[in-house]
């Protein structure tokens, strides 16, 4: 039987093309109902305030470029949704004097520019290696940053990336937010077309995608045009290049982070109903975690909210 026609943009896929009464049963989640959908290789957190939250987050970082030593070097996948925890890093770093020399960072993501054909430039205002930098790295005391050539942000030309996921450094966590189209990095759903126009990708072909330049859904463009762009849609890039699910794989623990800021209260229920359940299906990419062997939601319960329906 053919799927419905998303409601959001009938040429793409996402998760409003999903079963309805799946749709209702995550609506239907209190909070210590979601608590309660850990198991064994998913595990969920709540936090009762955004200091303890963004420390925590912070603190992976540090739990990460700690185990690395010369011989076994030791990095974090990090990502810009959110942002509040990456000074918190720094600030880290630098009251411990933690020497970074042999520690290194992944980029997620990055927009694309399709007037140039390449990644956007570090002077573009929503230039995610900018922030990386100007709210992290470059606050760390120069004695202690790691070397440049330890820093991994993806490009348009996506070879050195990849490679560096092959070096022999291990990824002790990727770190990730949850957008509208629930994915994580740019992991959107696909276009509704070619071979999937009657059924969304199959689970084998979107876990052999690699870091690689993709559209984006039109959610996802409104959604950073709202948190990133004050609400200016036209400085949103419609291309970015996003770490892949195969290089998610070579994580030892996927950690997703969710305020409440990026993705809505049902979306927030969502993923995880369908990973504790393993219920996986591209339309809904984060739910590929239900695979994965060690998978981290964090929520902020002043974020979660209600799914029920008020008039503003």
Request: proline share 7%.
């Amino acid at each position: 039987m053919v799927r419905k026609r998303s409601s959001i943009a009938p040429d793409w896929w996402d998760y409003t093309t999903l079963d309805s009464a799946l749709i209702a049963d995550a609506a239907a989640l209190t909070p210590e109902k979601l608590k309660g959908l850990a198991r064994p290789g998913f595990r969920i957190s709540f936090y009762d305030t955004l200091e303890e939250f963004y420390l925590a987050e912070a603190l992976e970082y540090i739990e990460a470029w700690k185990a690395s030593t010369p011989d076994n070097p030791v990095g974090i996948c990090g990502p810009i949704g959110p942002t509040e925890q990456l000074p918190l890093v720094a600030r880290i770093v630098n009251a411990l004097g933690l020497n970074l020399g042999s520690a290194h960072f992944w980029g997620m993501d990055e927009w694309f520019d399709t007037n140039t054909n390449t990644e956007v430039s570090i002077e573009h205002p929503l230039s995610f290696e900018r922030a990386d930098r100007e709210l992290c790295f470059d606050r760390i005391d120069p004695k202690l940053r790691m070397p440049e050539q330890n820093l991994h942000f993806p490009k348009a030309n996506t070879v050195s990336y990849r490679a560096s996921w092959s070096l022999g450094i291990r990824c002790a966590i990727m770190q990730g937010g949850q957008g509208d189209t629930k994915h994580w990095a740019f992991n959107d759903p696909l276009p509704r077309r070619g071979r999937w126009v009657d059924e969304p990708p199959s689970v084998e072909f979107f876990r052999k995608l690699e870091t690689r330049v993709v559209d984006l859904h039109p959610l996802t463009l409104a959604q950073n045009a709202r948190t990133s762009g004050g609400g200016n849609i036209t400085l949103v890039p419609t291309k970015a290049i996003t770490v892949g699910p195969v290089e998610t794989w070579k994580a030892e623990r996927v950690s997703i982070w969710q305020a409440g800021a990026h993705d809505n209260p049902l979306g927030q229920r969502l993923t995880a109903l369908m990973i504790s359940q393993r219920i996986v299906d591209t339309a809904v990419p984060m739910s590929l975690l239900s695979d994965h062997p060690n998978v981290h939601f964090h929520y902020y319960i002043g974020g979660l909210g209600s799914c029920a329906v008020r008039m503003h």
